[in-house]
């Protein structure tokens, strides 16, 4: 009999963990405290009309096109997508807009109309900059075991590559090196805001993080019923696999015995036993005991000032004026720095047009 593995939480990395290992030979159970999967990618209603919830743009669609390969699918098969030609429409008021494009020449052609030939010059030595950070960083932090501390990743890229260590930049704070680029302080901002895909600020993460500003140059999708339409694909794959999912029920806890995790406990009483658990969840909400006590002892507690941001999101149906909009649209405010200083003192930012670069997603 194959081992018996729990996965908790239906979200992206839960549902990508349960297909591929069910693939493998695994019996797998999915557990989820939602009625339907996709955490953050979920389709909401609001006046009795759908809105497609969760992040806006799709990128990276090689690691989903690899996980359907695993299972001996094809991911066109199961979603239609196409790739957005404007990334993404920037604004810092009705006359102040910047387009950045899936073609990269284009982009440049923009940004040189924006703040000049120099400007454009600086972009093009940024790009170059953020795809060797790319390529560097792609198998061995992006797709390896999340190592993120610089030695562990220099001892994996090769301890001789002191280039290496130079390209990642992990002494240096982004905002700092976005300023060696660009002396307008509107590219600095809008570039910045790439740290903010992860809950980080500009002003303290590491430049590191301007490897993402090449994932979504490398390309950005759009699909169809929006990002939740991928997770039921996901949803869908996993169960021709074999996985099972229980929906509409948390994980009150995780049992263990005198070889680590062997089972869950259900907020309703029932138990699940397992050889192994994954819990895809917030690694602070088993540090704070969210899973029973044996749980907390396998992370160590975050300190909240070291946690990254959350967001506020609201959904709507409106009419808009002005400019038109694209699918992704960021509005920024004027003073970044104020707004995160804000943020890291508790405070709402004062200006209401941000928050942490507002994106409005703009659907038929």
């Known amino acids: 009999m194959s081992a018996h593995i729990v996965v908790i939480g239906a979200g992206m990395g839960g549902l990508a963990s349960a297909a591929v290992l069910a693939a493998r030979g695994y019996d797998v159970t999915v ?23 969760g992040p806006t743009v799709f990128t990276m669609r090689e690691v989903f096109d690899e996980i359907f390969a695993t299972c001996g699918e094809r991911l066109d098969d199961h979603i239609a997508t196409r790739r957005a030609e404007v990334i993404a429409r920037h604004a810092w008021s009705p006359e102040e807009r910047l387009d950045l494009f899936a073609d990269p020449l284009r982009s440049e052609e923009s940004i040189g109309d924006f703040a000049g030939a120099e400007a454009a010059a600086a972009y093009r030595a940024f790009r170059a900059e953020t795809r060797k950070m790319f390529d560097l960083l792609d198998e061995p932090m992006l797709r390896g075991d999340n190592v993120t501390n610089p030695l562990p990743l220099l001892w994996r890229i090769g301890l001789w590559r002191f280039d290496a260590f130079a390209t990642m930049r992990p002494h240096q704070s982004m905002w700092n090196a976005l300023g060696e680029y660009f002396s307008d302080p509107r590219l600095r901002q809008l570039f910045g805001r790439y740290s903010t895909y992860c809950g980080s600020s500009p002003i303290l993460a590491p430049a590191t993080l301007m490897l993402i500003a090449h994932v979504e140059a490398r390309g950005v999708w759009l699909i169809d019923g929006g990002i939740s339409a991928l997770a039921e694909a996901l949803q869908g794959l996993a169960e021709r696999a074999g996985v099972r999912f229980r929906t509409g029920v948390a994980v009150s806890q995780i049992l263990t015995g005198p070889e680590g995790a062997n089972g869950v406990r259900l907020a309703n009483g029932d138990q699940i036993a397992a050889d192994a658990v994954i819990c895809n969840a917030d690694p602070n909400a088993l540090a704070t005991g969210r ?67 507002r994106r409005i997603a703009a659907r038929g």
């Open 291 to 357: 899973f029973g006590p044996q749980g907390a002892r396998s992370v160590r507690t975050l300190d909240p000032a070291k946690r990254s941001f959350s967001a506020l999101v609201w959904f709507a149906h409106a009419s808009t004026s002005g400019f038109d909009l694209q699918h992704h649209n960021v509005f920024f405010s004027p003073d970044y720095e104020r707004e995160f200083r804000e943020i890291a003192s508790g405070q709402c930012p004062s200006d209401p047009r941000s928050i942490c670069a």
């Open 31 to 53: 557990v989820e405290k939602e009625e339907r999967v996709g955490g953050k990618a979920r389709t909401v209603e609001i006046d009795g009309r759908p809105i497609a919830a």
